[in-house]
């Protein structure tokens, strides 16, 4: 499995894994202490009985019983690392019948439920039920390793709509969210990807201490290559994906930000990664750009000058939970060290080693408060202590977690300039890493998945209406 060629590859070894453990067998198996089966096989007949006699309104009043993704404890994690090849079929036939039954209400010339009635349900429901959002950490040139992971997730139509970087993973968000899902899957034909980030046209070297030396025009042509020359706005528009960038500032006393198509429509996304990978020692401080009404590009807040986005927040969770209702989040975390998969029985021991992180972390902010406090420090000193806080504030993992397989000695190819091989590796080894994760993100976002889809039809035909307002007033 760790070898396989795709994920069709891995997915039949899996299934072989699965028949010589007996996970098959528990697959199989409705019953089980961890959830209420009885419960899910009961409310699966109901939709699949009134879904079949086109009872329209009888299911719509079943749907609005509840759709959560905890319903009955379907949702708890230890159904989900059983066998390799998904959960219980009883839960994965559940959430596939309610997938089935939300489409089945939402064309616009359904006849069944008036229109308005059943946007207030969708509305409601996606509320209720929530999102997820996949988020890119951090990691310089070991970021590219997320290009693996977006190719893996889009190949099997599981890719979030709601997708956050920071720093390296800026700059992957910004390329899979200026582009359709054909568009971005064309990046693998031949390696174009890997030879357009190996290329290095001009010549540029990077490295600790060099900042000044830096030339940002060129940085700025680089990036255009990959990154095209959209705002936020044109971005959501044009793929319905909603991106976040987050950047923090090169001032002491301001607050960082997370840039996207609600809070910053008109901000070029390429001045967004252009500062969130600003790391200090290596890039300057970029300056913000946005369009104006006449399409031209002027400087956006133009005193303030902002820097490397995971400083501040590398995984932006709490953000993007009040912007989109996020409430489920898969984490690419591409720093070795950073982060852990979670306890399934957590012990004496794990209670001890997160009371200890705990005490530490409380120990050195108390520390940085009272030197901040009572010792005069410069400005660049107060950034970087700031910064310091903020990182220790963080949280590197998240309900799924895609990790890479290499250890801590790959932290030396941080800044490095890789080759073309070395490249296709590394992206090679964030699809391989995602596989595994595919069968429990498949069945933890499908109803979230159809919802969200649902929904942005419903908006896209909404602006297009107002669109044909403006042009007819």
Known sequence: MAHADSYADWLELAASHDQLTGADLWRRNVESRRYDYASIELRLKKLRRLRKKKDDHGLLFALNEGIHGNMA?????????????GTKVLIEDYIHEICDALEYLAPRDFKGIPWADRVEFFQRASHCYGRSALMLSGGGTLGYFHFGVLKALIEQRLCPAVISGASAGAFVAAVVGTRTDEEYLRLFDDHYLARALTANRENIKIGFGQSDRIDMRVIKREMANLIPDMTFLEAFEKTGRSINIAISPAEPRQNSRLLNHIASPNVTVRSAVLASSALPGVFPPVQLEARNVHGKVQPYLPSRRWIDGSFSQDLPA???????????????????????????????????SDASVAATKEVVRGSLGLIQRYIAVGPRMGVAMNALNALIDQRYTADINIFPHYGMASLKSLLKMLSLEEMIELIGAGERATWPKIPVISATTSIGRSLDGILHDFEMEELHWLKQIRKAG
């Open 73 to 85: 404890g379907m949702g708890r994690a230890t159904l989900y690392h059983r066998a390799k090849c």
């Open 318 to 352: 709490k953000r993007l939970a009040r912007m989109y209702g996020v409430n489920h989040f898969i984490v690419s975390q591409v720093m070795p060290g950073l982060g852990r998969e979670p306890s399934l029985r957590p012990g004496i021991r794990k209670i001890a």
